[in-house]
Each structure stands twice: as C-alpha cells, then as structure tokens.
T-cell receptor
Framework: QKEVEQDPGPLSVPEGAIVSLNCTYS??????FMWYRQYSRKGPELLMY????GNKEDGRFTAQVDKSSKYISLFIRDSQPSDSATYLC??????????????FGKGTKLSVIP | DGGITQSPKYLFRKEGQNVTLSCEQN?????MYWYRQDPGQGLRLIYY???????QKGDIAEGYSVSREKKESFPLTVTSAQKNPTAFYLC?????????????FGPGTRLLVL
C-alpha cells in the first residue's frame, strides 16, 4: 500500500459545480496536510495547508482533514474554468535530524467545462 | 519580487552528457529541495539541503548530484549514470523553523534526451 493515495482522474465538471478532491494515507506520522494546484507545464502553487482535523476555509476552497480515517479532502465551490488544473495533495512528516519531508499524491487532473 | 527561479526552461541532453539545472531563491529560506515529476507518478524527492554545505539523498538520488555552496543556490547535475532522465524537474524551498515549513516551488525545467 502506498503511503498516499490519490485518484488521478481525470475529473470533468460543468462550470459552477462543487468539486470534491480526496486523498487517503496510511502513515500516522503525517502531521501537516497541504493542497497544491499545478497548471500545465508550471510549478505547483500552494493553495491551503492545515494541521488539525476539521475544516479550513479560504474563499471558494475548503480543506477537510479526518485523522481518524486518514482521509483529506479539498472542496471547490462554484468551480470556474480557471480552476482547471492538476491538484496535488501533500503530507509532511518529521524525517529525523531536524528535517521534514513531504510525500505527494499523484495528483488529480480537473477540467471545468464552461 | 521574492521567489524561486529555475533555468533553463527546457534542456536537451545528449547520450553520455552531464547537464546542470539551476535553482535560485531570494526568499531567505534555509532549506531547498529537488523533485522529479513523471506523468502519472507525482513528485519524487531527489535531494534536499537544510543548510549551506550540507545535503541529503532523497528517494531517487542515483544518477544525480547537488551542491549547496550558497544559501540562495542549489544546482542539480544530471549525470550520465541517470539512464532515464527525461522528466520535469522542480526545485522548492522552505523555512526550517516555525510550524508551517511550507515548500514553495519554482517554475520547473523540462529535460529531454536527444
């Protein structure tokens, strides 16, 4: 079982739809959870990060973490064509000697159709 | 503007040739990272450095080398020992103190083999 599982999609939705993107993980050592957005042929950009279980909202985006189920989600409300991108979940754990490492999901490719 | 720059945007390598990818940051971050991204495989860590003149191997370091002579710079050399170098290479940086330790990414370099 991989440490982080993410459905690669592709996921296609109409403009204005609510999008749900998900990742599961197996390593209880993961402490911080992040979502990155990556447009084609560009570097990933950080959307949101969260530490505790529960919801964190930022505009049209809501990040949800359920540590008991080892499950994280990103919801996008009122999706726009500009949201079309690959969304990567990432999880951080302490790797020893004062350093931390991120483990990434494979990314879900989202297309929002006008 | 603060950020991470990578050059070149595209790089072509001939058989048996070593090539070096540049990464520079002006965010005053102590830690820097190199990832490789292949289609359908997400991001995989090649090397990382927490401080100047020190670096550690990541999950796929074979065939790569790095140096960290300055805080702002973390060049990656793809050696002839790397038999499948075609990929999208991403550099990132982060702080090493505080709770977030979020990694910020550069725009990437696409390496192609002739």
């Amino acid at each position: 079982q991989k440490e982080v599982e993410q459905d690669p999609g592709p996921l296609s939705v109409p403009e204005g739809a609510i999008v749900s993107l998900n990742c599961t993980y197996s390593n209880s050592a993961f402490q911080y959870f992040m979502w990155y957005r990556q447009y084609s042929r560009k570097g990933p950009e950080l959307l949101m990060y969260t530490y505790s279980s529960g919801n964190k909202e930022d505009g049209r985006f809501t990040a949800q973490v359920d540590k008991s189920s080892k499950y994280i989600s990103l919801f996008i409300r009122d999706s726009q064509p500009s949201d079309s991108a690959t969304y990567l979940c990432a999880m951080r754990r302490y790797s020893g000697a004062g350093s931390y490492q991120l483990t990434f999901g494979k990314g879900t490719k989202l297309s929002v159709i006008p | 503007d603060g950020g991470i720059t990578q050059s070149p945007k595209y790089l072509f390598r001939k058989e048996g040739q070593n090539v070096t990818l540049s990464c520079e940051q002006n965010l005053n971050h102590d830690a820097m990272y190199w990832y490789r991204q292949d289609p359908g495989q997400g991001l995989r860590l090649i090397y990382y450095s927490q401080i100047v003149n020190d670096f550690q191997k990541g999950d796929i370091a074979e065939g790569y080398s790095v140096s960290r002579e300055k805080k702002e710079s973390f060049p990656l050399t793809v050696t002839s020992a790397q038999k499948n170098p075609t990929a999208f290479y991403l550099c990132a940086s982060s702080t090493t103190s505080g709770s977030s330790l979020t990694q910020y990414f550069g725009p990437g370099t696409r390496l192609l083999v002739l």
